[in-house]
C-alpha cells in the first residue's frame, strides 16, 4: 500500500446525515472490534478513539509496536496517515476560495499553465473531487512494488529518495487520461499534488506553510506535522512492516517526498478526530465552503462511497458518516465523523499479514458502523 492510495479500493451527493442517537457503544465491543483488526486482519497492531461531544469517551489499542521488542502499541503513538492529508489541502483550498483567490470552477489553467495537459479544460473543482481524469502517478509501473526484488528495491533506495511534486505530476500526465474532464470519477494521488502547487502559486507560501497557518496552529494539533523530506516518525510510535520471503522487513523511516500534498501526514488518532470535528462542525469552513466541500459525486459501490472536494462521504447502516481513508507502505488510517461534529472514530492500522489483508476493510467498516450505530441485535 502506497502514499495516499484509497485503502477503501479493495474497494462520498450533497445532504447532511442524521447525528446518531444511539448511546456511544460499550467499551468491550469496541474493543472487540479493534482486536479483529490484529486478528482476522493480521495487523501488526492497532490504535483508536472515539470522540463524543468533544471529548474522548473510548481509546484502545491492539497488538504491538514492534514485531521485535513485542511492546504494545501506544494508543497515543503518532502514526503516518497518508491520503488524510488531501482533506487538510482541500481545507486550505477552500479557505482561499472563501478569500477571492481562488474560483472553484475556473480552469487549473489560469494559475499553472502548461502543468497539466487540457488545463484549460479542467476546473479546481474536479481536480479536488476526482472527476478530473487526470492519471494516478503511483499507477506507473516504477512505483509498482508486488514482487519480493520489487519490495527489496523499495526497502533499499526508493524509500530514501526525494521526489519533486512537478516530476510526479509529469508522471501521472504523461499516462492516458482516464476520461475527458467531468465525465467520470477515478481516485488519483496526482490530483492533489496539483492542489499543492496550485496553494504555492496563490499565496507564494508552500503548501505545508498554509496547512501549518490555517489548520493546524489554529485548532492547536500539536502532535500533527507535514515532515517533508524528514524520514522519522518523531514521536512514540508503532512500526510498520512489508512481509517479505524471509520475514517482516521495517518500512517505518522513509522519504515521504513520495507522498506529498496526496499523503505525508503525520498524526495521532487525538489530534485527527478533533480535526474532523472541528472541519463539520463548522469551525474550520465558512457554511458556504463546507456546503461546496460536502457536495458530492458518485465513487466507489463498494464500499458504498461518494467524493467531495477532499472529503469522503461513507454509508453505514443508520446513515451517512464523513471522512477519508489513507494508506502508506507500513500504515493505513481511517478517520469519519458524523455531519454535525458530533461524534467521530480515528483509526491507525498496520498491515502486515498478507494472507489476512482482505480482511482489513472489512473489519474496520464493522468498527466504524458499530462506533455510529451500535451493536447489531442477536437475530
Known sequence: MVAGASVFALAPGAGAATPPTVPVPQRTALQQGLDALTGRAGASGAIA????????????????????????????????????????????????????????????????????????????????NHTAGLADFLEDPRFAYESDEALRRLLAVDRWQTLQARDLIAIGV???????????????????????????????NGWRTEVNRRVLQPLGLRHT?????????????????????????????????????????????????????????????????????????????????RYGLGLMQLRTSCGEVWGHPGGIHGYVTYLFGDRSGTRQIAISANPYDPQKGAELTPAVLDLIDLTFCGPKSAS
Open 174 to 204: 504523461s499516462r492516458q487520461p482516464y476520461f475527458p474532464p467531468g465525465q467520470g470519477w477515478h481516485y488519483s494521488n496526482t490530483d492533489y499534488l496539483v492542489l499543492g502547487e496550485l496553494v504555492q502559486r496563490v499565496t507564494g
Open 49 to 128: 478513539e472515539v470522540r463524543d461531544h468533544g471529548r474522548a469517551v473510548w481509546r484502545g489499542t491492539s497488538g504491538v509496536a514492534d514485531l521485535a521488542t513485542r511492546q504494545p502499541a501506544p494508543v497515543d503513538g503518532e502514526f503516518r496517515a497518508g491520503s488524510v492529508t488531501k482533506t487538510f489541502v482541500a481545507t486550505v483550498v477552500l479557505q482561499l476560495s472563501a478569500e477571492h483567490r481562488i474560483d472553484l470552477d475556473e480552469p487549473i489553467e489560469r494559475h499553472l499553465p502548461g502543468l497539466v495537459p487540457n488545463g484549460g479544460n479542467i476546473t479546481v473543482r474536479q481536480v479536488m
Open 225 to 305: 506535522f507535514l515532515p517533508g523530506t524528514a524520514t522519522a516518525v518523531p514521536g512514540p510510535h508503532s512500526h510498520g512492516y512489508l512481509a517479505l520471503s524471509g520475514g517482516p522487513a521495517d518500512i517505518t523511516e522513509l522519504n515521504p517526498s513520495m507522498a506529498g500534498a496526496a499523503g505525508e501526514l503525520i498524526s495521532t488518532t487525538d489530534d485527527l478526530a478533533r480535526f474532523n470535528a472541528a472541519l463539520l462542525g463548522g469551525r474550520v469552513l465558512a457554511p458556504a465552503q463546507l456546503a461546496e466541500m460536502t457536495t458530492t459525486v458518485a465513487a466507489d459501490e463498494q464500499p458504498p462511497t
